[in-house]
C-alpha cells in the first residue's frame, strides 16, 4: 500500500476499519456465513523506508484477522 505508515499504524488502521465493516453488516442483517473477505496485508507504507519480513507480515496479518472476523465468515482470500 502507499504512504509512509507504520506496519503498527497499518495494522490499527485495518483493525478498526474491518470492525466497523463487521458491525455495519450486523447492523443490516448481513449473512456473513455467505461472506467471502479478501483483505489487503498487514504492511508497511510503501514510502516509509522500512523493510519487513514476510513472517512478520504474515503474523500481523493473521494476528488483525483473529481479533476482528467474526468466526461465521467461512472464508478469507488473499489476491495479487
Partial sequence: LDGEHSIEEN???FEETWAAVFKACADYGVQLEAALLK???VTPGAQSGTK???E???S???EALARVVPPSVPGIMFLS
Fill in 52 to 54: 519487513v519480513d514476510p
Fill in 56 to 58: 512478520t507480515i504474515a
Fill in 60 to 62: 500481523r496479518t493473521l
Fill in 11 to 13: 495494522q490499527q488502521t
Fill in 39 to 41: 483483505p489487503s496485508m
